[in-house]
């Protein structure tokens, strides 16, 4: 924390995070911010958390409370932010975002186009053994959506076997059950994109987000895309990473650009990019960092990288015989 500057007006340069990661902090106060942090908000009693949030913001004179991570649900930080006007964003929209039954309730009142687009009553919000998912992140400034990027999303069958065809960045034999493989760009047709993009920043719209990072989940069906859930905050590692690999794009620096009023970086596609989970991260075969492609391995998965999709198929499936051996 530092020294109160006394009492007044907000400064715009002082900025109260809740739960940031250190490479937010660092890139906002690259960007000349005075930055203040409250850094864990688990064990706190509601009301102490607002108290000390909103005593906190008046001391110092914050401009703006922006809650990452985990706290970008929480109740306490949500409404302090808005009752002290220190929020770009309505606190009901982060919170009916990342609950499926509100969703459900906000698409279905919005028309039949939204309510076809649901998740059906009582569906498992749980990824089941062979699903396709498509993860979309976005970044919202002044109610203006803009998409950064389509991850697919394949979740293993029961026997650890990937779902989708023997070919291709989902042909890896021998993966973590649970977690999926992740692959970027999302191998979509541009009709297909262009639904998924559509379907995330409608659901935005329809909730009222105003500002900042989501990650929207949507659930590929038989009977077509369905929305499960958004989460709004940073993409979580390894997705952001590979993100970050094929565009250049830091999340964290964009969301500061954001809050400084300037026009957010448009995304350069370069190569692609999967992220393959490790069927025991603590025993990591060896030889594996020295595959082609192979740019990090840790917290469980081997992130690779290739300038065409054929080519990070065969990556792919070398990282695949690696850990079958």
């Not at 396709?132 to 979740?155: D, S």
């Amino acid at each position: 924390m530092t020294s109160p500057v006394g009492p007044g007006r907000p400064d715009p340069r002082h900025l109260l995070l809740v739960s940031p990661s250190p490479r937010m902090v660092a890139e906002a106060t690259e960007a000349g911010f005075h930055v203040l942090t409250v850094t864990d908000v688990t064990g706190f009693p509601d009301e102490v958390l607002r108290e000390h949030l909103a005593r906190t913001a008046r001391t110092h004179r914050v401009s703006r409370l922006i809650a990452c991570g985990e706290a970008s649900t929480l109740a306490a930080v949500l409404e302090t932010a808005e009752q002290m006007g220190l929020s770009p964003n309505p606190a009901a929209s982060a919170r009916l975002l990342a609950d499926p039954s509100r969703i459900r309730s906000l698409l279905t009142l919005s028309g039949p186009q939204w309510e076809a687009v649901a998740l059906p009553t009582g569906h498992r919000e749980e990824p089941q053994p062979n699903h396709i998912e498509y993860g979309v992140e976005t970044l919202t400034a002044e109610g203006m959506h803009r998409v950064t990027g389509i991850v697919e999303l394949r979740f293993t069958g029961a026997d650890g076997t990937s779902a989708g065809s023997a070919s291709g960045a989902g042909a890896v034999d021998t993966v973590r059950g649970g977690a999926p493989l992740q692959t970027f760009p999302a191998p979509l047709t541009r009709l297909e994109e262009a639904e998924i993009r559509a379907l995330a920043t409608g659901l935005l719209d329809l909730a009222g987000y105003e500002f900042g990072d989501a990650f929207t989940r949507i659930a590929l069906t038989a009977q077509g895309p369905r929305i499960i859930n958004t989460l709004t905050r940073q993409t979580s590692w390894p997705t952001s990473r590979l993100i970050e690999l094929t565009t250049g794009l830091v999340s964290e620096r964009e969301l500061v650009r954001a809050l400084l009023g300037k026009p957010l970086e448009a995304p350069t596609l370069v190569g692609c990019a999967a992220a393959v989970p490790l069927p025991d991260p603590h025993n990591v075969p060896e030889g594996i960092t020295a595959l082609p492609g192979v740019r990090e391995v840790r917290d469980g998965h081997a992130l690779l990288t290739a300038l065409t999709s054929a080519e990070l198929a065969v990556r792919t499936a070398a990282v695949s015989d690696c850990l079958a051996a």
